[in-house]
């Protein structure tokens, strides 16, 4: 039988050919015109495990949106790990600025690009395939349970309603999360936190419609200038949320943990030109750039829409303007509280002369880690050995959802992944480096048969 | 001979099918799309005046966007009217919003809905229509000459380049210009002033590409919240617009032009309520209604694009977002001098992070009217005998960019209408009143009789 390290070697191209199959679909979880391709990449992901010897493999929860539950062969007296994953994906927007299309998966520089090349595809399929390497003749040296669902990026509400349903689906004895990336080429990292997510669309309406901005203009309310002065008032030049309340919950992390960071290779001007792309890091700039990242609240506008921004010149008054946005929660801020904080403050600046509505389409709780326990010490031994570092403990600016139920029947949880900070995911040339992803297989394989 | 009265009662379901085959062709001047629909609309135009008996009539200054110039039978001894139209229309965003298609015009309630039904396409057709009346057996009581122009809504660059090489072109005894509105139904009005145009495009960079919200939120700036910050700068939430200097080059309106104001019928709850639709007025308040609608500048945000607006939640920060923007302009601002300074106040507002753009792209200097006069004595006893009103001097807080030019000659320039203040100019489901074209048709014919 071939190890780990030869398998990956020797089945590298079969390995990427498949990949290249999952990622063609466009499973767009946010977007309700692509149900049907998430119910695809699902079957997909079904299909792939049963040819891999799984047991019991299921389409859960949801018709369009359902979650894949795998039992690898029983192997009696060993432990039992939970590999989570995603196969649904953000939205390719802005399309033109992709240098190949977002679902035809393409090769440059040692690189696939691909929308959700990194989040998740790549990474849990670096898992997948870790699996099939250590179960070649059969028999796994452990119990693997795979929970693959098609929510992440809109929330997770089929598989949290699963897991209410039947929590001994994560009654396991570790949980292992490959959807965030190393620290730094050569960093391999492990999560300890999460920011939460407060996803909300702020609509205005001013008139009952549209007018004509030389007729009515200077007595007519208009539904974008009062937007943009509600949003205006949410935060302060400096980067300070003028949410009332809202850093009331905030915990700062430890002196250990901030001096953990402080110790990190990080190189703020390279980061900034380079990875963030500007001129400058704003912010609360009081704080490290890995507490802004990490700890603190954050509050961006994604879009606005409304009024016209066709071709040339409309002289329209918008009768209506919505915004969507979002905060980065962190410990200890609850969603549900920071809903009524955000509505609260929209309407205490909103002027009495407008309709405004806040509505809540996405979200998450933070989340902390307990990055300790011997099963860390054998991925932490994996990783050793393949990239001759151990795993660094860091945190996400990012948010998963379902992490804290993963955890709910005492489970540890492992968010440990191999991509790398520059995989642009959400963003448009999401890629993963076709490198850390045969990485993942050895290390993955080599963390399943440590157990 | 039927008298232009008999001619109007007993053709009209003819003349409005021939307004309806014009109102079919989608002729927006500010979207290159629609080029060849503008050329189309021109070529109507021409080809109808040729069949009313017009002599020389030509398309000029444009492939796409010609000047429709044309000349009825000459009369010698006879004065001459310039008659100005603009055969292109505003786009016709946002078409969800449209009870019937913007380019299919229908009949409800006794009026006709399309784009261009007032602006416009009904207003100019009734002149021709009325030059039809009294051309009847070949010889008009007067010369006409038509001038209708296909970029009024993008502005009318080709036809000020045409009148400055042809300036004998209004070389008339009385210029008119069908494409305001009455003041009210049965008050007819004359226009004495009208605003001039500023429109801009803000567009601000702050990253090379987009990026996660999660992963870079609170350290990298986000293009849309600069737009905001730099938007809700230039106009306080009183409505005063804060670009330095543009208040300096405004002149008040006269004592007794106000007082002409304050004496025209007007219910501003009812204006608000049902005209507005809104549930106040806005703007610098300690002013009239009439007094900021015709005499003070406005700032609009007509839209704002970039990031993400379409179904569900994508959690980026934007790297670019551009705002479309615009000032009316009253006596005696410049068009060039308003860009000066909002550039420099956009600029002075800026972050230093950001790369922040404003071009121009459409604009008119404000205008001042004389309305008196012997034609105009001519057009108020044409209305007397129609309405039982002569017309009253109003203001207008539209823009026409290209009346200045008409009157480069000396030449007294009329700007008098049939529309009503509710047809929704520039909105959806713009409408004439059947009965207001009718009237038209009369009023014009009887105004050409009496010259």
Redesign the interface.
């Known amino acids: 039988m071939p190890t780990v390290d030869e398998f990956t070697r020797e089945q590298q191209d079969r390995l990427l050919e498949e990949l290249n199959d999952l990622l063609r679909i466009p499973s767009?979880?946010?977007?309700?015109?692509h149900a049907r391709d998430c119910r695809t990449a699902s079957e997909w992901v079904a299909d792939h495990l049963k040819e891999l010897g799984c047991t019991s493999v299921e389409l859960k929860a949801s018709d369009t949106h359902p979650v894949v539950v795998a039992d690898g062969p029983v192997q009696p007296g060993k432990p039992t790990v939970l590999v989570y994953g995603h196969y649904d994906v953000?939205?390719p927007?802005?399309l033109d600025?992709w240098e190949s299309p977002p679902f035809e998966p393409t090769v440059r520089d040692g690189n696939l690009y691909a929308r959700g090349a990194t989040d998740d595809k790549g990474q849990v399929f670096s898992i997948i395939k870790a699996f099939e390497a250590v179960s070649q003749g059969g028999s796994p040296p452990v119990n693997v349970r795979f929970l693959i669902e098609g929510q992440e990026?809109?929330?997770s509400g089929i598989l949290f309603g699963l897991l209410e349903r039947e929590p001994e689906l994560v009654d396991v004895d570790v949980a292992l999360v490959a959807d965030t990336p190393y620290y730094a080429p050569g960093w391999p990292a492990v999560e300890t936190g999460l920011?939460g997510?407060c996803?909300a669309e702020i609509t205005v309406r001013?008139?009952?419609?549209?007018?004509?901005?030389?007729?009515?203009?200077?007595?007519?309310?208009?539904a974008?200038?009062t937007l943009?002065?509600i949003?205006?008032q949410l935060?302060s030049?400096k980067g300070r949320i003028k949410i009332p309340g809202l850093y009331e919950a905030v915990a700062r992390p430890s002196k250990q943990e901030r001096d953990a960071w402080a110790s990190l290779p990080f190189k703020q001007q390279n980061f900034m030109r380079h990875e963030?792309?500007?001129?400058?890091?704003?912010?609360?700039t009081r704080y490290s750039?890995f507490e802004?990242?990490w700890a603190?609240p954050?509050l961006?506008?994604?879009?606005?829409?409304?009024?016209?921004?066709?071709?040339?010149?409309?002289?329209?008054?918008?009768?209506v303007?919505s915004?969507?946005v979002?905060l980065?929660l962190v410990p200890n801020q609850k969603e549900k509280t920071v809903q009524r904080q955000l509505k609260r403050a929209v309407k205490a600046v909103a002027?009495?002369?407008a309709d405004v509505s806040v509505d809540f389409?996405?979200g998450a709780d933070p989340v902390l880690v307990d990055a300790t326990g011997p099963y860390m010490t054998l991925l932490d031994d994996a990783f050793r050995e393949i990239e001759g570092r151990g795993i660094v403990p860091i945190r996400?600016?990012?948010?998963i959802p379902i992490v804290p139920a993963l955890g709910q029947k005492g489970a540890p949880v492992i968010l440990s992944g191999i991509g790398l900070?520059d995989d642009?995911?959400?963003?448009?040339?999401e890629k993963i480096a076709i490198d850390q992803f045969l990485k993942g297989v050895r290390v993955f394989g080599r963390f399943f048969q440590k157990m």
Request: zero cysteines.
């Open positions: 767009v979880s946010t977007d309700p015109n953000q939205p927007d802005p600025l990026e809109s929330g920011r997510l996803y001013t008139l009952k419609g549209d007018l004509h901005s030389g007729l009515y203009g200077g007595v007519a309310p208009n974008h200038e943009v002065q949003l205006s935060k030049p963030v792309g500007s001129r400058e890091l704003t912010g609360l750039v802004r990242l603190l954050t961006d506008i994604h879009g606005i829409s409304g009024g016209f921004t066709g071709e040339g010149a409309k002289t329209v008054i918008p009768a303007a915004a969507k979002s980065r002027p009495k002369y389409i996405h996400s600016g990012g948010s900070p642009g995911l959400h963003a448009p040339n």
